[in-house]
């Protein structure tokens, strides 16, 4: 369908092409017919002014240029000063001039029959010395009119034409059969693959190779919308396993607890209750971050925006956490400064909660904590850089989504839920912030947030 597009296309172009070109030569070629008959009348009378010498017309030349004239399409009479006929192209022959004539006549109305000419006569002056010696009257086919060879000529131009114009389309269409298979080939594989893509088969790709910039950016795009399928599907399978994970253990404790009081294995002691309690705790915080999570990214979400200062959400934040950080003797500081905020002060202050207890959570008792206050462009920000035990690269996309944690051993001492960072991420996000990381292993991490002014 592609090469017979592109056959189209370059057929009409061919002909509007051939068209045009024929249309503007026969133009040109007309133009430059009349102007040669007008040199040629100038030069007929020029060759005759010169035949009048002594008082005496040179009849014998005459008679030649009269008859070269006549095959040129061109019937002369020449008339001396007393309007006496010196020679007659007509008189001299009557059929021929006929015979000329009628052929002009009819050529023309068969080939340019737009034209709508006829024979028109017109008397010039012969002058020798600018002296008049005489006049001339000539005849012939206006506006213009085409001998014999000039009909080959133009034919010739057109048949020329002709032969370029199908000599064009063939290595046209060849070339366009050639690019629409290098332009299909990557198309129907992209099809391909995106049919396996809407299959559910996220781990297909596109291999093909080309150098069509817009086809590699398609190419490109699939294969990235591809990639993120797959690993959304891996995080809905790890979304389910981790849910299970965090219920599971809880209830299998609570369970064991509650068995082990019933079948009066266990005597139901405050601390063993204070137990049961600790876990059903345990579920109902995870309960609630999945509903503060739901909450912050669903569309009902209201932020309660006021004017907030950054600065004072975190001196509050790190004040909030003294105990913390003296138990791990830690050195936090703050620096900088940053132009107030318009923004939900209790979201903003959970983010700085979430980010600082990170900190504080994975560094190393006697590291450092800074927290820097700025301003970049339309946005207010903040930082909080640690010298922790730094997440590894390949981990650094995942961070922020549900339940992921890079401490694959599930300790909630120390991995928490996992939920803190998509919490945070998703309240910045509805404030039309964002919020990035950079981290080493062994080495540290530094979380950044930018929120409008």
């Known amino acids: 369908m592609l090469s017979f ?8 172009s061919v002909a509007l092409v051939s068209l045009l070109a024929i249309t503007f030569i026969e133009e040109q070629f007309n133009s430059y017919i009349i102007r040669q008959q007008e040199l040629k009348k100038d030069q007929l009378i020029a060759s005759l002014s010169q035949q009048y010498s002594q008082n ?3 009849k014998e030349f005459i008679h030649a240029i009269g008859m070269s004239a006549l095959y040129d399409g061109f019937i002369i009479k020449v008339y001396d000063l007393q309007n006496k006929s010196v020679w007659d192209a007509q008189a001299h022959d009557m059929s021929l001039c006929a015979q000329i004539m009628e052929d002009i006549s009819k050529r023309m109305a068969e080939r340019y029959p737009a034209v709508h000419g006829n024979f028109t006569s017109s008397t010039y002056h012969l002058t020798r010395n600018n002296q008049t010696i005489g006049y001339v009257n000539i005849s012939y086919f206006g506006p213009y009119f085409l001998n014999e060879n000039d009909f080959k000529f133009l034919d010739a131009l057109q048949t020329v034409f002709v032969v370029i114009g199908v000599f064009s389309l063939l290595l046209s269409v060849f070339i366009g059969m050639m690019m629409a298979k290098r332009l299909s080939q990557p198309i129907l594989k992209t099809v391909d693959v995106t049919k396996k893509i809407a299959d559910g088969s996220y781990d297909a790709r596109i291999q093909e190779k080309t150098n069509t910039k ?12 591809a990639g993120s399928l797959e690993n959304q599907e891996i995080l809905r399978k790890q979304l389910t396993e981790d ?7 809880p209830i299998a404790v609570l369970q064991s607890h509650m068995e082990a009081m019933i079948e009066g294995v266990w005597e139901p002691s405050l601390e063993r209750l204070e137990s049961c309690n600790d876990e059903i705790k345990r579920i109902g915080s995870l309960v609630s971050d999945l509903e503060k999570l739901q909450k912050i990214e669903s569309e009902k979400l209201k ?3 006021s004017e907030v200062s950054l600065a004072e959400v975190i001196h509050k934040a790190v004040k909030s956490f003294e105990v913390r950080i003296q138990e791990e003797k830690l050195e936090v500081s703050v620096s900088g400064s940053c132009s107030a905020i318009h923004a939900d002060a209790d979201r903003i202050s959970q983010v700085v909660v979430n980010l600082l207890s990170n900190a504080i ?3 190393n008792p006697g590291g450092t904590i800074h927290i820097r206050l700025f301003d970049k462009g339309l946005y207010s920000g903040f930082s909080i850089t640690d010298t922790g035990i730094g997440i590894p690269e390949n981990e650094l996309p995942l961070i922020f989504e549900r339940f992921y944690r890079a401490d694959k051993s599930r300790d909630r001492k120390t991995g928490g839920s996992g939920l803190g960072l998509a919490i945070v991420k998703s ?3 509805a404030h039309g912030g964002k919020i990035t990381v950079e981290s080493k292993p062994n080495q540290g991490s530094c979380f950044e947030v930018l929120l409008p002014k």
Do not use: D, G
């Open 361 to 363: 959570k994975y560094s």
């Open 303 to 305: 932020l309660n925006k």
């Open 56 to 58: 005496t017309w040179q």
């Open 243 to 249: 849910v299970s994970h965090e219920l599971r253990t």
């Open 427 to 429: 309240i910045v996000e």
């Open 5 to 12: 597009a592109i056959a189209i296309v370059v057929l009409i």
């Open 214 to 225: 817009e086809l590699a950016m398609l190419i490109e795009s699939i294969n990235h919308l």
